[in-house]
């Protein structure tokens, strides 16, 4: 039986990419698209500012200094374009509704996690939220999702994970626990298949997240 639903947070629930993206090129003088910064993202700020530097060939700069630019740049706007994903606010809505517990899950930065979530999605009573740097290692480690399933009292076999990139598929892999991989985020299907994520976890509309939720 399901007593809980722990979401990644770009590409999942929100569409945070223009966001990036601006705060990307602001910080590197870049003129990316977001179709660009898809590719980067994934795996925290830091690993996505590092892609971007290594596909314009800069590697006699500083990444911490630069990150920092990076950080504060997005955290000066960072809700511009963001929008959460057709049919989210009403699934979650209806999941708080039958007391499912909920959490999100992201390698965003806490502070830029908790911003982001608080701003989208207000109506939306999350029991945990936790990004980079908030007391738990990052993904792909399990940590976080045990500690979710134990603030909620639920069993990991009582919990479905929800992402949508090869990390999240493997965070719920070393977690074993149920995942479902959405392909409306940051990664397309032949991307995800290439990094080994079976096909049968694919989720394709909200539909279909919400056919997956009704028959765990």
Not at 115 to 124: A, E, F, N, W, Y
Request: aromatic fraction near 8%.
């Amino acid at each position: 039986m399901l007593k809980a639903v722990l979401f990644d947070l770009d590409g999942t629930l929100l569409n945070t990419i223009a966001d990036i993206n601006c705060a990307l090129n602001k910080t590197l003088g870049t003129s990316f698209t977001t179709d660009d910064c898809s590719r980067f993202v994934g795996n925290g700020l830091m690993n996505a500012l590092k892609a971007a530097l290594s596909t314009i060939g800069k590697t006699d700069v500083s990444a911490p200094v630069l990150f920092e630019q990076f950080v504060a740049n997005y955290r000066s706007c960072p809700v511009k374009y963001t929008k959460p994903y057709p049919g989210i606010v009403e699934l979650l809505e209806e999941l708080q509704h039958k007391g499912i517990g909920l959490g999100v899950y992201s390698n965003k930065e806490q502070v830029l996690t908790g911003t982001i979530v608080r701003t989208c999605l207000p109506s939306v009573k999350f029991d945990m939220v936790v990004g980079m740097h908030g007391g738990y290692e990052p993904k792909p480690s399990s940590q976080a999702i045990e500690a979710f399933c134990a603030k909620v009292g639920c069993s990991m076999d009582e919990l479905l994970y929800v992402g949508d990139s090869e990390v999240d598929y493997r965070t719920g892999m070393n977690a074993s626990v149920a995942t479902a991989i959405l392909t409306w985020g940051f990664r397309s299907k032949e991307s995800l298949l290439g990094s080994g994520v079976p096909e049968s976890l694919f989720v394709d509309d909200i539909q279909g997240l919400r056919n997956r939720i009704e028959t765990f």
